[in-house]
T-cell receptor
Framework: EAGVAQSPRYKIIEKRQSVAFWCNPI?????LYWYQQILGQGPKLLIQ????????DSQLPKDRFSAERLKGVDSTLKIQPAKLEDSAVYLC???????????????FGPGTRLLVL | EDQVTQSPEALRLQEGESSSLNCSYT??????LFWYRQDPGKGPEFLFT?????EEKEKERLKATLTKKESFLHITAPKPEDSATYLC???????????WGAGTKLIIKP
């Protein structure tokens, strides 16, 4: 079974530029998560999708970050304009939804390492 | 405030030297406690889920246990390939979201 795919793996941009990250979850997984992980810290949830609807985006800096999940499969996370403090690893994860509830285990992609100069 | 605290921040062991990592949690409603392993440059890899106090799970040299306030990840006779950062996370029963600890960086010297 193929895992969660993310691209690009690395990105270096200047502050105030824009950047986009792509995620393809495990086939059939209804729930998709975007996390931000700063070096030495645990992941921080940015946004959670259930199919193509947003479940929680309370920690997403909406003045500069946006995310979409068209057709309930792939997802894109965008930052515009980027700030120095956005330098981090952006992780995508997915989980299945079983009849009557959630499959709680989240499976992660390799992440995209962003450096903002 | 819901939070998860891991200790120590870093742990260096000799190959074969057993030890334990701690994950203490303060959450309003715990559905499950997760352990993940993260290698440099990679995403977290799922290891275990524990749901109730007294539960134990094992995988190779790792054993995870759970009490009402904390979880331990015991590593027995570790090998250099066990070197990684180990993350724990509490799954909230209110919104099915994970509250993450900062991780313990484990280094096993040959």
């Amino acid at each position: 079974e193929a895992g969660v795919a993310q691209s690009p793996r690395y990105k270096i941009i200047e502050k105030r530029q824009s950047v986009a990250f792509w995620c393809n979850p495990i086939s059939g997984h209804a729930t998709l998560y975007w996390y931000q992980q700063i070096l030495g810290q645990g992941p921080k949830l940015l946004i959670q999708f259930q199919n193509n609807g947003v479940v929680d985006d309370s920690q997403l800096p909406k003045d500069r970050f946006s995310a979409e999940r068209l057709k309930g499969v792939d997802s894109t996370l965008k930052i515009q304009p980027a700030k120095l403090e956005d330098s981090a690893v952006y992780l995508c994860a997915s989980s299945a939804r079983l009849a009557g509830g959630y499959e709680e285990t989240q499976y992660f992609g390799p992440g995209t390492r962003l450096l903002v100069l | 405030e819901d939070q998860v605290t891991q200790s120590p921040e870093a742990l260096r062991l000799q190959e074969g030297e057993s030890s334990s990592l701690n994950c203490s949690y303060t959450v309003s409603g715990l559905r499950g406690l997760f352990w993940y392993r993260q290698d440099p440059g990679k995403g977290p890899e799922f290891l275990f889920t524990l749901y109730s106090a007294g539960e134990e799970k094992e995988k190779e040299r790792l054993k995870a246990t759970l009490t009402k306030k904390e979880s331990f990840l015991h590593i027995t006779a570790p090998k250099p390939e066990d070197s990684a950062t180990y993350l724990c996370a509490a799954l909230m029963d209110s919104n099915y979201q994970l509250i993450w600890g900062a991780g313990t960086k484990l280094i096993i010297k040959p």
